[in-house]
C-alpha cells in the first residue's frame, strides 16, 4: 500500500553513544540503520566538538538532512532551579541568549523546527514558586526567542514533570493557554507519546486540539505504560492508540518528521536493530490506519459511540478477522 503524506524517520542520537565517542560516531551509527533520512540535534551539547557545518555534512555523508535542532538546558547546572522560569533574571537572560544562539545555528544548518522542552521549569513544594511569575517570564523569554528569527518554527515538548516534581506545561490544554497568550504565528506543539500518556491524555485527542487550537510542528514516536517516560518502541504497548494517533495525523495533513524518542540504552538494546523495528512496526500500523481514515463502518461506529462496534473493527485490522 502507497502511504500518502508520508513523513521523514529520525531518531534520537543520543541513543547510539558508544563509549567515549562523540557526536561524529553517533551519526555514523545513525546512518547504519537504513530509513533514517532526517535527523535532530540537540543544542548545545551536540555542538561542543563541531561546528554547524561540520555536523551537516556529518549527517549528509549518511543521507540525513537536518529536521530542527532541541534545546537542551540540563547542560548547565545553574538551570537547574530553572531556565526561563528562574528567579534571577540574570540566569533568564543567559537561558534565551543560548537558546537565540542555537536558532543562528538552525538557520545556518537549514533546520526548520526549534524544540524546547522545559523540563526545568516548575516547581517541586507548595509555596515555592509565584505562579503568575512564571508563567509571564517564560511566555516573555519565548517570545523574545520566537521573534529572533521568525522564519523558523518554536514548538513545546509539554511534559508532566520530571526532573521537576511539576512542569508550567505540564500537558497539551496548559501548552495551548501558554500558545494562545504568546501570539507568535511561529510557535507550536511538539507530541511525544509517551508524554502524553503520561499526562493521562489520549494521543489522538491531543492532537485533535493541538491542530485546532495551534500547530503540530513535530511527533515524537515511543510508547510506555504511562507511570513515567519509559522511552520503549513505538506500538509495543499500545497498538491501537497509535493507529488512532496516525488516523488523526491523516485526517490534520500532519507531513513532518516521525521522531523514534526511544530509549534502547537504557535496556541494553542494540540501537541500530532497535530502530530498524521502530520503522518495520511504524510502517505496518500506518498501512493500518491508512485504511481506516475513510472507513464507512469506522466511522458510522464512532458517530454512534458503538465501542464494540469500532472495537470488531479495528481488531480485524490489527489480528485479522
Not at 500506518?286 to 469500532?310: C, F, K, N, P, Y
Request: with cysteine; charged share 20%.
Amino acid at each position: 500500500m502507497t502511504l500518502p503524506n508520508r513523513p521523514r524517520y529520525a531518531t534520537r542520537l543520543n541513543a547510539f553513544k558508544r563509549g567515549k565517542e562523540g557526536i561524529a560516531g553517533m551519526i555514523a551509527h545513525a546512518g547504519e540503520v537504513g530509513g533514517l533520512s532526517a535527523a535532530d540535534l540537540n543544542f548545545p551539547d551536540h555542538f561542543e566538538a563541531h561546528s554547524a557545518a561540520e555536523l551537516s555534512d556529518l549527517l549528509a555523508a549518511q543521507g540525513m538532512a537536518l529536521n530542527g535542532l532541541a534545546m537542551r538546558y540540563y547542560t548547565e547546572a545553574g538551570f537547574k532551579l530553572g531556565a526561563f522560569t528562574h528567579p534571577d533574571r540574570a540566569v533568564r537572560r543567559a537561558a534565551i541568549d543560548v537558546t537565540k544562539r542555537g536558532m543562528d545555528a538552525l538557520a545556518a544548518m537549514g533546520g526548520t523546527v526549534m524544540t524546547l522542552w522545559m523540563g526545568q521549569d516548575g516547581f517541586d513544594y507548595s509555596f515555592q514558586a509565584d505562579y503568575a511569575r512564571m508563567w509571564d517570564d517564560t511566555l516573555e523569554a519565548m517570545a523574545e526567542v520566537c521573534d529572533h528569527n521568525p522564519a523558523l518554527d518554536v514548538s513545546v515538548e509539554y511534559k508532566p514533570n520530571e526532573p521537576r516534581a511539576h512542569a508550567l506545561m505540564p500537558d497539551m490544554a496548559t501548552t495551548l493557554l501558554a500558545l494562545r497568550d504568546l501570539g507568535r504565528k511561529n510557535a507550536g506543539v511538539t507530541l511525544d507519546f509517551a508524554h502524553v500518556l503520561y499526562a493521562g491524555e489520549m494521543p489522538a485527542k491531543a492532537a485533535m486540539l493541538a491542530a485546532r487550537y495551534s500547530r503540530i510542528l513535530g511527533v515524537h514516536l515511543n510508547d510506555g505504560y504511562g507511570k513515567r517516560d519509559d522511552g520503549l518502541m513505538a506500538g509495543t504497548v499500545h497498538p491501537v492508540q497509535t493507529v488512532e494517533l496516525f488516523v488523526a495525523l491523516e485526517r490534520i495533513g500532519y507531513d513532518g518528521v516521525i521522531y523514534f524518542d526511544t530509549f534502547p540504552d537504557h535496556g541494553g538494546l542494540d540501537p541500530v536493530q532497535e530502530a530498524r523495528e521502530n520503522i518495520r512496526l511504524t510502517e505496518r500500523l500506518r498501512a493500518i490506519a491508512s485504511g481506516l481514515v475513510h472507513h464507512v463502518g469506522l466511522a458510522e461506529a464512532m458517530a454512534r459511540q458503538d465501542a464494540a462496534a469500532s472495537t470488531r473493527i479495528i481488531a480485524g485490522a490489527l489480528y485479522g478477522a
